[in-house]
């Protein structure tokens, strides 16, 4: 009789080994490029928002304007609003983040972490909803959310004149402008009566050191010297 052809028992097994292997193979590769996928994506995903984030504050830090106020402490003196500090920036801007069609009133203020980084905080009102006229005048935030995540350090620097008397002495007798402005670390528009010239935001993340720097309008006390040209004649 002739032998029917087909597996022994071992080239079965082996079969079952074989593709058992391959199985393997495949399902760890799947799995190693899987992880790596999810990896690189997160890694993308993080980069573009930290990117996104970094191009909004300079548009943020580029549409400061002159905004003139009142202040309550001195007999309602017409004055600038903007208060800058080493670790927070309040005042408007036209480039504001969450309301594009009008003027956005807006605080930056970099908050420690329970990691010992800092988030850089933004709080935004639109002028439109909010009609800020004096200093003591309590601003209620409509939105809040986190531009920056887990610095490692976060300052605010304000480049400009000292007061609006100095800059327009400085420009009356000639006085080298250099001489004048300079650099400080907190800057108010409401004693100073003026908008500084240039804001810098340094953001440091691990070794590296970003500088956002902007350049605002260098004559906001053209805003002021009709409301003062008032205030002194009726003195």
Do not use: C
């Amino acid at each position: 009789m002739k032998k029917d052809s087909g597996f022994t028992l071992i080239e079965l097994m082996i079969a079952i080994s074989i593709l058992s292997l391959l199985l393997y193979t495949g399902s760890y590769m799947y799995s190693t490029l899987s992880s790596r996928w999810d990896r690189e994506l997160g890694e993308f995903n993080q980069h573009f928002e930290q990117s996104r984030s970094l191009i909004l504050l300079q548009e943020l830090l580029s549409g400061v304007m002159p905004f003139v106020i009142r202040d309550n402490q001195q007999a309602d003196m017409p004055t600038m609003f903007f208060v800058g500090r080493e670790d927070s920036l309040l005042a408007v801007s036209r480039g504001g983040i969450v309301s594009t069609q009008y003027p956005e009133i807006f605080r930056l203020t970099a908050l420690p972490t329970d990691t010992n980084k800092f988030d850089l905080v933004y709080q935004a009102a639109s002028t439109k909803n909010v009609l800020l006229l004096n200093t003591q005048q309590e601003i209620d935030f409509e939105q809040r959310f986190s531009l920056i995540k887990n610095a490692d350090k976060i300052e605010f620097r304000y480049f400009g004149w000292p007061s609006y008397q100095i800059k327009n002495q400085g420009t009356e007798e000639n006085v080298n402008e250099a001489e004048q402005t300079r650099w400080f670390s907190d800057y108010s528009g409401v004693d100073n009566h003026l908008n500084p010239e240039k804001i810098e935001v340094l953001v440091t993340i691990g070794q590296q050191t970003a500088t956002f720097a902007v350049t605002l309008d260098d004559s906001s006390q053209r805003f002021l010297e009709h409301y003062l040209s008032d205030v002194e004649e009726n003195n």
